[in-house]
């Protein structure tokens, strides 16, 4: 017989799967599914409740199906793509600073936002990259490139389960996937300033 604190457990663990498979870039699906699926079939597969748990073990396997201990996300429930572009803006601070033309700021915020074009500037002593990018949409490209690189560096200490959860999240081929040496040296930094932004914030999720 199945005790009632067992039967909890096991809901919170179909919930919180449900939970991530609503969450999952559509990429990361297709490739696990009919190759001649389009992405707005995906997406509706994504959001039919009696389907999400059963995409989400499909791509966690055994970590789904084994009853892993799922802790709080490393990310709060923010957005992991929004937490690259303000790790990439800090990483590049001193670039941005210097872009002065309203025309190219006006580029340079269409593209990572309002938000991390403040933040890098909050944080320019924390600042990386020395070398000067003046094209406004290559300093985007890089701010993205870099960011996303730092959490994939950020992400080898977490868990198996943690990292996935967050890599999900993205669409396949970010630079998270493969991280350069500078990358892990400077992570473990601006991350925590990131982690301490997200965390003055209500919970996402």
Known sequence: MVSPDQNHSQNAHSDRLRELAALIHPSRLAGHLDGLLSEATVLQLQKTPRLQQRLAELLLSELASNGTDWGRDVLLGHDPR????LAGSIWHAR???KLV???DVAILIENIGAEAHAFAIRHLSAAVATTSIVDPHKLSSQIEHDGHA???AWL???SELDRLRVLFRLRVGTAAESPAAEHHS???RLLSLVVAHLAS???AA
């Open 82 to 85: 929004r937490a690259a572009l």
């Open 201 to 203: 914030e209500a919970p």
């Open 156 to 158: 080898k200490d977490a």
């Open 101 to 103: 033309s309203k025309h």
């Open 150 to 152: 730092c959490l994939g």
């Open 186 to 188: 400077a992570a473990g």
């Open 95 to 97: 670039s941005v600073l």
